[in-house]
């Protein structure tokens, strides 16, 4: 009986069963049928199928009665059968349900296994994520990750997991090599850093629960990658900025960067240690401590025209040290303007400027005492010969006095020595006083303009004759010009009195011509012509009055020229030998009088400087005056960045203003 | 005495006050005094006069003293030259000795007394000089004769 089969599908079932169960109907057979091989002998049948609501639930069967089965009979069964089949299919459906729970929280408990593992996973990624926001460095963050990663088998008997990362191998210790294994590479960046790896039995990895950690390898190496180059990146870009804030703070150069509100975006550590939290702030408020841009405030110029703004100027809150300040424009992607603004310190510079004028000082006084030897001796050799004869000759007169005097009045005839020559009363005893006298008042002279040359310290500004301060600087170089060129003066009489740092201007006139002389001097070993320096001066209107320096020898390079505007230009005095002192003339005018200089050199004409100067004290003027006009004449009338024009602001604002 | 008077002095500078105050200076001293106020007016004398003694003034536009003394000691090379200078730098100096082949080298200011005593050491050397020089071709004929 056992290996026989009980369960049979309904199709494969044929005789009187099939006909019950098929046809559903009431079947009485009161003779022997046909049997499955080994099945009990019937000899009389009788079936009725158990029906509820028309659908077949199952069915009774009655066999071998020792008599045959009635109509009555049947008549019963279908009675039982009526009452039995909903107890019969009540039954079946309940075993049913049971079955179909089971298998329900079979599928359940394995959707929980997943998503408990699936849960793990995403919070290892979150890890991962969380660990780069806190700042971790990577070799942090790929322990770390290789710890979660870890966490995610420990349910898993026989799986191990590690990371490999720059030959560094982070795994458990009870960590296994195993045949099976899952991996994915990281990258960081193009580079391959190293990899991700799972070991597990062979049988895991064809079950179908943990395919999802095939896909999770991958995910995790590349989530790994992508964070990790994002933290590369990062340090990076840390790394430059804190290299490039070093090189700032080294070389106290400022960097700031303005929206186009003049709202400030960026400004370098050591100037926030100055100045504080800058966000928020414009500029002005800033730097400055105003509420509105003065007219001088080159991010405010530099927006207003959208060209590179130079500026020299003082900062007050940092111990008043010179600077210049450069605001460069430039649209940003966002489609905005915004303004860089370089602060390059100009201390070294000034510092150097200083020692320039300095030794160029001492030049001149070098230059001086050559001069003045020249010139205090040749008055000292006559006035010498003069007093001596000045002396014989009243000693003469003294020692013979009753008889000149006799002879002077005709009484008596000279004789031998005793004479008084007419000529020597007459024309040669004056004449040596004159000449005398005029020697002294030639050695005076020259004492007052040394006096003039001596102090050129002076910062204060006196009202003085230009022309008289130009001339007192000719007349100290002459001896030295004069054998080199000729110069001619052309001063204008009705020329106002000036504001002048008499000492450190005349320095500067005195500069000038010499160089002058220098380079027709040089101009002269090229080819032989007559040297010529003319100096003019006039007036130019209330306001102003012009100098105007002209020499016809060898011209100024363009490159000295333009290294003079250089705010490096300091740092390579080599330039400056050739043609002397234009940075001295530059500060003595432009920083010293507000004035300004323009040059002009051609090879075939000479050179051309002209200075002006105003005729009332800026500086003064701008300590009285609290509102200043904005700036614009010098913008618009910017001359091209290679002309050498050195336009102080307050000059453009004066003519601008009127 | 005659033949001093006969001795002639040449003043060079362009200051004409320093012309005068020698021209004092020098006025009883036994010979006689010219003066010129440039190298070319100096050069113009010279071609005329024998000059015994010339004192010239280094700092001169146009020609300087040392290129002017040594115009002399090509021209009228039995001319002592004395320069006087206001500057006596080294350059000068040189130039003096090298081209102009002075005899003195005095700087202003210059005393009297100095200057008389150069005029006279000068004036000794020349005539020295000049009784050698009209010597030698006495000396010199019977050499030239046997030649």
């Known amino acids: 009986m056992a290996d026989k089969k009980i369960v049979f599908d309904l199709d494969e079932l044929d005789g009187v069963l099939a006909q019950v169960l098929k046809q559903q109907i009431t079947v009485c057979v009161n003779q022997p049928v046909t049997t499955p091989p080994g099945h009990v002998p019937i000899t009389r049948f009788l079936g009725v199928p158990l029906i509820v609501q028309e659908r077949l639930v199952g069915a009774i069967f009655l066999a071998n009665k020792s008599g045959d089965y009635t109509q009555e009979d049947a008549r019963t069964l279908e009675m039982i059968a009526r009452f039995l089949a909903p107890i019969v299919d009540a039954h079946v459906r309940e075993e049913q349900e049971k079955e179909k729970r089971i298998e329900y929280e079979k599928r359940l408990a394995i959707q929980a296994q997943q998503l408990k593992r699936r849960n793990r996973q995403l919070e290892c990624l979150a ?121 700032l703070e080294v070389t106290r150069t400022g960097l700031s960067i303005a929206d186009q509100e003049c709202r400030l975006v960026y400004v370098d550590p050591w100037r926030r240690a100055v100045y504080g939290d800058y966000r928020g702030k414009t500029t002005h408020e800033y730097f400055c401590g105003t509420t509105s841009p003065c007219w001088a405030c080159p991010t405010a110029r530099a927006l207003r025209t959208k060209m590179r703004v130079t500026q020299e100027r003082m900062m007050p809150r940092e111990g008043n040290r010179p600077v210049q300040t450069t605001a460069i424009p430039f649209l940003a992607s966002d489609g905005k303007w915004y303004i860089s603004e370089i602060t390059v310190d100009l201390t070294d510079r000034k510092r150097w400027e200083d020692r320039l004028v300095q030794a160029e000082r001492l030049e001149a006084i070098g230059h001086l005492a050559e001069i003045l030897s020249h010139e205090m001796n040749s008055p000292l050799q006559y006035l010498e010969h003069n007093l001596h004869f000045l002396r014989e000759s009243w000693q003469h007169i003294s020692q013979n006095l009753q008889e000149l005097a006799a002879q002077a009045c005709g009484s008596s005839t000279p004789t031998g020595e ?10 040669e005893f004056p004449d040596a006083i004159e000449e005398t006298l005029a020697g002294v008042q030639r050695l005076a002279k020259i004492v007052q303009t040394l006096r003039t040359f001596a102090c050129p310290d002076a910062s204060e500004k006196t009202i003085h004759d230009l022309n008289a301060v130009i001339q007192a600087a000719i007349d100290v170089t002459r001896s030295h010009v004069s054998k080199i060129a000729s110069i001619v003066t052309e001063f204008d009489s009705t020329l106002p009195r000036v504001p002048l740092m008499a000492g450190a201007f005349g320095q500067a006139m005195s500069n000038l011509l010499l160089g002058a002389a220098e380079a027709i001097e040089k101009r002269r070993n090229l080819r032989d012509e007559e040297g010529l320096i003319t100096v003019r001066t006039r007036r130019l209107d209330t306001d102003w009055v012009e100098i105007e320096f002209f020499d016809n020898g060898v011209a100024i390079q363009p490159e000295e020229r333009r290294n003079f505007l250089e705010p490096y230009f300091a740092n390579q005095p080599a330039s400056v030998t050739s043609r002397r002192s234009l940075v001295h003339l530059y500060r003595v005018v432009v920083e010293g009088h507000q004035g300004s200089v323009e040059v002009e050199s051609e090879e075939d004409r000479g050179t051309r400087i002209v200075i002006r100067l105003p005729t009332r004290d800026l500086q003064e003027a701008n300590a009285h005056t609290s509102q200043l006009s904005p700036i614009i004449a010098s913008e618009q009338a910017a001359a091209p960045p290679d002309t050498t024009t050195f336009l102080n602001e307050n000059v453009a604002r004066l003519n601008s203003g009127g | 005495m005659s033949t001093e008077r ?72 039995r001319t002592a030259r004395i320069i006087l200078t206001g500057q006596p730098d080294l350059k000068t100096a040189i130039e003096a000795i090298n081209r102009g082949q002075v005899f003195r080298f005095l700087t202003k200011p210059c005393s009297d007394w100095d200057l008389v005593m150069a005029i006279h050491d000068a004036l000794q050397a020349v005539r020295s000089s000049s009784t050698l020089a009209s010597r030698r071709p006495i000396t010199r004929l019977p050499e030239s004769a046997a030649g």
């Open chain 1, 127 to 247: 890890g991962l994520s969380d660990l780069a926001e806190r700042g971790a460095s990577i070799e942090e963050m790929v322990e770390l990750t290789s710890y979660l990663l870890a966490g995610i088998f420990q349910d898993l008997p026989n799986v191990y997991s590690r990371i490999i990362f720059r030959g560094q191998v982070y795994q458990a210790e009870s960590y296994e090599e195993t045949e099976h294994k899952l991996s994915a590479a990281i990258f960081l960046g193009d580079e391959y850093v190293g990899a991700v790896e799972i070991c597990c039995p062979k049988e895991l990895l064809d079950d179908e629960g943990f395919a999802v950690y095939r896909m999770f390898v991958n995910e995790l190496a590349e989530r790994l990658s992508t964070v990790l180059t994002r933290k590369k990146v990062e340090e990076e870009i840390h790394a430059f900025r804190r290299q490039t804030e070093l090189v």
């Open chain 1, 418 to 427: 005793n004479t008084l020559d007419e000529e020597l009363v007459t024309r």
């Open chain 2, 6 to 77: 006969d001795t002639l002095v040449l003043i060079v500078d362009d200051d004409v006050n320093v012309l005068r105050g020698l021209t004092r200076a020098l006025r009883h001293q036994p010979f006689q005094l010219l003066t010129a106020r440039s190298a070319e007016d100096a050069q113009e004398i010279l071609k005329r006069w024998l000059v015994d003694v010339v004192i010239c003034d280094q700092n001169m536009p146009g020609t300087r003293g040392t290129e002017l003394l040594a115009w002399i000691a090509e021209h009228s090379p």
